[in-house]
């Protein structure tokens, strides 16, 4: 299995409370971005040894093992309190090399639908930006290799699709 190492809390990573002490005892959920659904992440390169979910911090706030590996597709992971009070929310978070494609188009103005070298992985798998913003996913949808907006693109707007 590939994997690569996670953007989020990927090597070392230390989390705090709110106060600047140790998060000790703190969890992290790995879901599908976009979603409930858990999604394993990995303790090393390997692939072979799946984190539990959620990932109990030891008592500097960092992951058992210092590493947190991902497979292909886009993550979210909560943030929370051994008391399991949420601090943060990180959705749409990618691995390192994961091998991400990228295709730049230009709007027309009256084209709504694109169409992407390969088809992604999910939906979720998914980053618009148009002019260097990005795009909620309820502005487009996904089906194959099509990406159709919900409103074409301005006339000579910049389009970046990344996906994996």
Sequence with gaps: MTVSISLFAGVGAQFFTDDGVPLAGGLIYSYAAGTTTPKTAYTDSTGNIAHPNPIILNS????????????????????????????????NVFAV???NIIVNF???????????????????????YINGVYQN??????????????????VTSKIEVMYN
């Design 60 to 91: 500097a706030g960092r992951v058992p093992g210092g590493e947190i590996w991902l497979t292909l597709g886009s993550y979210k992971f909560i943030l929370a309190t051994s008391t399991n009070v949420t601090i943060a929310t990180y959705d």
């Design 97 to 99: 090399g994961n091998d």
């Design 106 to 128: 230009t709007g027309t103005g009256v084209q709504t639908i694109s169409t992407l070298l390969s088809t992604p992985v999910n939906e979720n798998s998914t980053q618009i």
């Design 137 to 154: 996913k309820d502005t487009y949808s996904v089906t194959n290799t099509s990406v159709t907006f919900s409103e074409a693109p301005p």
